[in-house]
């Protein structure tokens, strides 16, 4: 009697959970209308009209369950790993570790914290720049310089404000640490931003990367407003490659078509939260559909993925994007998911730790609570395996032993775990 109550009790909470989920990342678009009405989302500079938006999230995802759709499946519950909870952040979003093994970790509210594993402390870092933190952004991602052990720069992005709305920004700074465990930014310099702002709170994307030659790409997503991802008069729903002092390289697909089209790289995309490079070089992106056709894209110079005009997934209101295979010139996915996964934070693992997995990708999955791992052979990838971590898992990361460390998402604010895996014998 009592393991059955019990697990009714897990069913129930599960559902519970994955009610809740699309509330952070997919759920405003679950009141969404059709791109046709890109009239300013009600919301995000307004906690009221959020909240709303969530409870009406929350009440369609109730339904479809109720209805028996399919929701994300956790995948397996046997773990490959051991998993070591190490510490708590507050909505954290975003870390990487500097070379002497330390976190930096940024949380939403704007801070940005720096972990020490081997005193288990947790330090802080000024200087950060004002963020405004609404329901999918304020601090964002945080990355080094390819030679930070040289210049000690750090790249963050964040939501910033103006009286035009809200949009993704990059800013680098130098990073000057301290005897007692913390540091500050130092000569910060925004060196790039989403054009134009828009009201709404979600889809800022702004995942930073660099490749080998130093190159900087930005995931700038399409604020849920659809048609810009279309447009080369705005960087939204762009990937964006820069010099690394946010200045235009020349060899950029759409350098001659005006300043925001020579910073865009691809178009035609949705909301992108992991860019990772391949050991050959390669650009991998994901991508959350609307409602299904989440997507893992290669991504090549000046394709466009097709987003508004097709998408595996439809919108939330169910109306249908043509799928991609009716439009054959735009690029498809390499991998589609319906149920959607819920994609955020990528890594490509090249550690000796878990020496079966080298070359593999790790994909956090929100609604789905899971870790996913891709397999890639070239050009092809596919899912191998997915692991139910039972936290929506915002942010993957490879440590220096060749550990993999993972974010549990905070976009409902309060404490998420940092989540250490390390092989079990
Ligand atoms: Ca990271
Ligand atoms: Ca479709």
Redesign the pocket.
């Known amino acids: 009697m009592i393991p059955f109550r019990r697990s009714l009790i897990c069913l129930a909470t599960l559902g519970l959970l994955t009610a809740c989920d699309n509330s952070a990342d997919s759920s405003n678009q679950a009141s969404r209308p059709a791109p046709a009405a890109t009239a300013e989302s009600a919301s995000l500079a307004d906690p009221q009209a959020t909240a709303e938006a969530e409870v009406e999230a929350e009440e369609a995802i109730a339904e479809q369950v109720a209805e028996g759709e399919p929701t994300a499946d956790p995948g397996t519950g046997a773990l490959p790993f051991a998993v070591t909870e190490v510490t708590q952040f507050d909505a954290p979003w ?3 570790f500097l070379p002497d093994g330390r976190l930096l970790v940024t949380e939403m509210a704007g801070n940005l914290r720096l972990y020490d594993l081997a005193k288990d402390s947790t330090g802080s870092i000024s200087g950060v720049p004002e963020v405004e933190h609404v329901a999918q952004g304020g601090l964002g ?3 080094l310089h390819p030679d930070y052990a040289n210049n000690q720069l750090v790249y963050l992005s964040f939501v910033e404000k103006d009286d035009s709305g809200l949009g993704s920004a990059v800013a680098r700074a130098r990073l000057v640490l301290d005897e007692n465990g913390d540091g500050a930014l130092e000569d910060l310099d925004v060196i790039w931003r989403q054009t134009p702002k828009k009201s709404g709170d979600g889809h800022f994307g702004y995942r930073i990367a660099f490749d080998e030659g130093g190159m900087l790409w930005i995931s700038s997503s399409e604020r849920k407003e659809f048609d810009p991802a279309q447009d080369l008069n705005t960087n939204l729903g762009k990937i964006i490659r820069l010099n690394d002092d946010g200045s235009l390289p020349e060899d950029n697909p759409f350098a001659d078509q005006g300043e925001v089209a020579a910073q865009v790289w691809s178009l035609g995309h949705r909301n992108i939260l992991g860019l990772a490079f391949d050991a050959d070089g390669r650009l991998w992106a994901h991508e959350m559909g609307p409602k299904g056709g989440d997507e893992l894209n290669l991504i090549v110079k000046g394709e466009n993925y097709g987003y508004p005009l097709v998408s595996n997934g439809n919108h939330y209101d169910d109306t249908p994007i043509p799928d991609h295979d009716t439009r054959p010139e735009f690029k498809a996915p390499t991998i589609t998911w319906t149920p959607v996964i819920s994609p955020a ?1 990528f ?1 490509i693992y090249d550690g000796d730790l878990f020496a079966d997995w080298q070359g593999s990708g790790f994909i956090g999955g929100m609604s789905s609570m899971s870790l996913v791992r891709v397999q890639f052979n070239g050009e092809e990838a596919s899912e191998a395996e997915r692991f139910d971590m039972q936290k929506r898992i915002r ?3 490879q440590g220096p032993d060749g550990a993999i460390w993972l974010l549990e998402d905070g976009t409902r604010g309060g404490a998420s775990a940092l989540l250490k895996l390390t092989p079990t014998e």
């Open positions: 975003a870390m990487t991602d945080v990355v934070g890594m942010e993957v990361e």
